[in-house]
């Protein structure tokens, strides 16, 4: 049944090609063909409400079919991202024993052999063009061999590996489909429209060549491949650290990509006006969003922080409660003690050393705070102050590199910019150092 979907929705993209269906015509045929695997019992076994996850089941096809197809806007994008994410799904793959499994394994193989041959010729400049008929049938084929037929084996798998690992080996498509809707129902676009807005376009804009775009997200989709592998078959309580903390990057990565200029800005103040005053105002709620990721770099620096001053996992264990009972006290205090100093007045893209310095403050009068809060309501009896002192180390590190990742990231692409003419201005002073960081 994989195959015949797959052989459907490859025809689908073909006749796209050629007589360029229209954007409705395509939804209901994939649709169509994800009811179809839902009728053979293909699910995503996401949640318990077998009502739930068929919906569930049908958004993942569908999304994860036209995500692929969005991601062919570059030579070799799509078909890299593919091989990638094919290879990592193989890797999870390989350990089940049932009939489906087996189908699903071959299937895949051949799928991958068919895209290395085919992206040796895709790479930029390339010499022969993917089309509709292809990316749709990667999309819709890795959104296939995700799903389960029956039962889940509950054995071997449990919920977070079940959730995180498909998303998070197909990051890259995700984000980017994200990115574009995001940013064009903001603008006050079509989503379904064409645009060089995707995630590939805005790294071009700035500076990068083609070729080194590519591979950026290259590096990111192995990046998240090798997590979700991880999660599978490494110890989950270092490999779900490490996902949180990659998902929070790719949050910060698209936060900084969604500030690049890719519309007119006359056309933006013109479609501006028929948006909602709730959207107009979210827009500029970005202190907010300065919270919540505060909110999750608290919460695992100090869990890490745990981890690391009790590696034993009978320790850990032991420990668990004491991390349970203060991890209220510690986000209450660090994000009182962030908004006392003032860490949210600052702007990212200037980001400079008296904002560590303030950052640093933040951190130690959170730590201080909570250690006399946990000392006065439980006499701190049980409480390791190595814990706190890693934590403050860990908490540092995560708000200043956040923080400062925006300007990290626009001097690195400055120096690798593939255009633009390389100048020498000789005693220009600091006058000269703003002029050419602008």
Not at 332 to 356: I, P
Request: net charge positive.
């Amino acid at each position: 049944m994989l195959v015949i979907c797959a052989a459907l929705v490859f025809l689908t993209g073909l006749a796209d090609d050629f007589i360029r269906l229209k954007p409705a015509t395509k939804l209901i045929v994939e649709i169509a063909l994800g009811a179809t695997l839902l009728f053979f019992d293909y699910r995503i076994h996401w949640v318990n409400s077998v009502t739930l996850d068929m919906l569930l089941t049908l958004v993942w096809v569908v999304g994860m079919t036209n995500a692929f197809n969005l991601l062919d806007n570059m030579d070799g994008l799509c078909a890299g991202i593919a091989l990638i994410v094919g290879a990592a799904l193989l890797v999870d793959l390989l350990p089940g024993s049932s009939d489906s499994t087996f189908v699903s394994l071959r299937y895949l193989s051949l799928l991958l052999g068919a895209t290395a041959g085919f992206l040796v010729y895709n790479v930029h400049p390339a010499s022969i063009f993917m089309g509709d008929s292809g990316s749709l049938l990667i999309g819709f084929s890795f959104a296939a061999v995700t799903l389960s037929v029956g039962n889940v084996d509950t054995g071997r798998r449990d919920v977070l590996s079940i959730v995180a690992v498909p998303v998070l080996v197909l990051m890259i498509p995700i984000f980017d489909t994200t990115l574009v809707t995001v940013s064009r129902v903001l603008s006050g676009r079509s989503a379904a429209e064409g645009g060089r807005d995707h995630s590939s376009h805005r790294l071009v804009a700035i500076g990068l060549s083609e070729r080194r775009a590519v591979a950026v997200l290259w590096l990111l989709a192995a990046i998240g491949g090798a997590i979700g592998i991880a999660i599978e078959y490494v110890n989950q309580s270092w490999a779900a650290p490490a996902a949180v903390l990659f998902l929070v990057a790719m949050v910060l990565f698209a936060a900084y990509l969604a500030g690049i200029r890719v519309y007119d800005e006359a056309d933006v103040r013109v479609r501006e006006r028929r948006l909602t005053p709730i959207v107009v105002n979210f827009m500029y709620k970005r202190r907010v969003a300065e919270v919540v990721l505060d909110f999750c770099l608290i919460a695992l620096a100090y869990y890490l922080s745990y981890r690391l001053r009790f590696e034993d996992p009978e320790d850990f264990m032991k420990n668990f409660a004491n991390f349970t009972r203060s991890l209220s006290v510690v986000l209450a205090a660090q994000l009182f003690a962030f908004f006392v100093v003032g860490v949210y007045r600052g702007t990212w893209r200037h980001f400079g050393m008296m904002d560590t310095v303030v950052v640093a403050k933040g951190v130690f009068l959170g730590v201080a705070s909570a250690e006399l809060v946990i000392l006065y309501v439980y006499r701190f009896f049980s409480y390791s102050r190595t814990v706190f002192a890693i934590y403050a180390v860990l908490l540092l590190l995560a708000v200043t590199l956040s923080r400062a990742s925006f300007r990290l990231v626009g001097e690195y692409i400055q120096r690798r910019k593939s255009t633009g003419r390389r100048v020498v201005v000789y005693g220009a002073g600091d006058g000269g150092m703003l002029a050419m960081r602008e």
